[in-house]
T-cell receptor, first 112, second 113 residues
Framework: SQQGEEDPQALSIQEGENATMNCSYK?????LQWYRQNSGRGLVHLIL???NEREKHSGRLRVTLDTSKKSSSLLITASRAADTASYFC????????????WGAGTKLIIKP | EAEVAQSPRYKITEKSQAVAFWCDPI?????LYWYRQILGQGPELLVQ????????DSQLPKDRFSAERLKGVDSTLKIQPAELGDSAMYLC???????????FGPGTRLLVL
């Protein structure tokens, strides 16, 4: 399978702490995207990082990409209760007709 | 801010019945996607349109599922007949171009009894 895989499957931390989620994939990519999904809702795009980029920031979010290890990480700093959601990575593989392949997600719970 | 619209939000049906879902993408977005998401899993692409043409429907169970985007704007996904295993969230997304960020609608949660 060419599916991206997130790790851990679930993560529970205290409000204010940092949360780190990882994504691994198997073949060369054009880009990698992170999305958030609140319970029972649609997905919201967070960050897109291209294969020639190593790090991107957006507010409290930091994404890194290591193409040699075929992995990416999403760091959420100073977590808030509103960050409670599932986080998915989606990879756009070369020669895939730009189809996104999705992982199973990391379920993040922020405890007040 | 423009959004992807989907209806209905919830649908309960009995197996062997027909169901249809509607999606209106963000204006100007050429690419439209239908995904199925089973609880606890990531989305699975069912069909991808570029304007009115199907780009990829390799994962669409064509014996019971059909999708159309006749004028290259809104789209309909149909299941006939519905089976118990079709219970899932059906998500529609659109993007300006196929390799860009996808914007998702709120989804239709289907329960087949």
């Amino acid at each position: 399978s060419q599916q991206g895989e997130e790790d851990p499957q679930a993560l529970s931390i205290q409000e204010g702490e940092n949360a780190t989620m990882n994504c691994s994939y198997k073949t060369s990519i054009n880009n990698l995207q992170w999305y958030r999904q609140n319970s029972g809702r649609g997905l919201v795009h967070l960050i897109l990082i291209r294969s020639n980029e190593r790090e991107k920031h957006s507010g409290r979010l930091r994404v890194t990409l290591d193409t040699s290890k075929k992995s990416s990480s999403l760091l959420i700093t100073a977590s808030r209760a509103a960050d409670t959601a599932s986080y998915f990575c989606a990879t756009d593989f070369m020669d895939s007709n730009y189809q996104l392949i999705w992982g199973a997600g990391t379920k993040l719970i922020i405890k007040p | 801010e423009a959004e992807v619209a989907q209806s209905p939000r919830y649908k309960i049906t009995e197996k062997s019945q027909a169901v249809a879902f509607w999606c209106d993408p963000i204006s100007g977005h050429a690419t439209l996607y239908w995904y199925r998401q089973i609880l606890g899993q990531g989305p699975e692409l069912l069909v991808q349109f570029q304007d009115e043409s199907v780009v990829d429907d390799s994962q669409l169970p064509k014996d019971r599922f059909s999708a159309e985007r006749l004028k290259g704007v809104d789209s309909t996904l149909k299941i006939q007949p519905a089976e118990l295993g079709d219970s899932a969230m059906y998500l529609c997304a659109s993007s300006r171009l196929s390799q860009e960020t996808q914007y998702f609608g709120p989804g239709t949660r289907l329960l087949v009894l």
